[in-house]
């Protein structure tokens, strides 16, 4: 059983900086990428960024340069630091695990933290 347990949403106002962290655990998962995704109100869940064993990752342009993903291999933790916030950040955050760097959609998600951003 593979379980994601996220930390660090909150609130925050315009032009802050939160950063998220996330716990991944479990046998029989080799953790290959670790990642986040969000989901505002009345939209779609989208990736927000992804990362490798090897540190090879992806974002989304709406995040590059503001967003940073990292992650200890030892720990199978993976974190987000979030700068310069925008309101249009506002969103449900999960964690995301899957095979393989490629997989158009992650294997397993956390229950997700909440992040709001005040204007």
């Known amino acids: 059983q593979v379980q994601l347990v996220e930390s660090g949403g909150g609130l925050v106002q315009a032009g802050g900086s939160l950063r998220l962290s996330c716990a991944a655990s479990?046998?029989?998962?080799?953790?290959?990428?670790l990642g986040w995704y969000r989901q505002a109100p009345g939209k779609q869940r989208e990736l927000v960024a992804i990362?490798?064993?090897?540190?090879?990752?992806n974002y989304a342009d709406s995040v590059k340069g503001r967003f940073t993903i990292s992650r200890d291999n030892a720990k199978n933790m993976v974190y987000l630091q979030m700068n310069s916030l925008e309101p249009e950040d506002t969103a449900v955050y999960y964690c995301?695990?899957?095979?393989?760097?490629?997989?158009?959609?992650?294997?397993?998600w956390g229950q997700g933290t909440q992040v709001t951003v005040s204007s």
């Open positions: 995301t695990a899957q095979r393989s760097f490629w997989r158009t959609s992650p294997d397993y």
């Open positions: 479990g046998s029989g998962f080799n953790f290959n990428t």
């Open positions: 990362i490798t064993s090897g540190a090879l990752s």
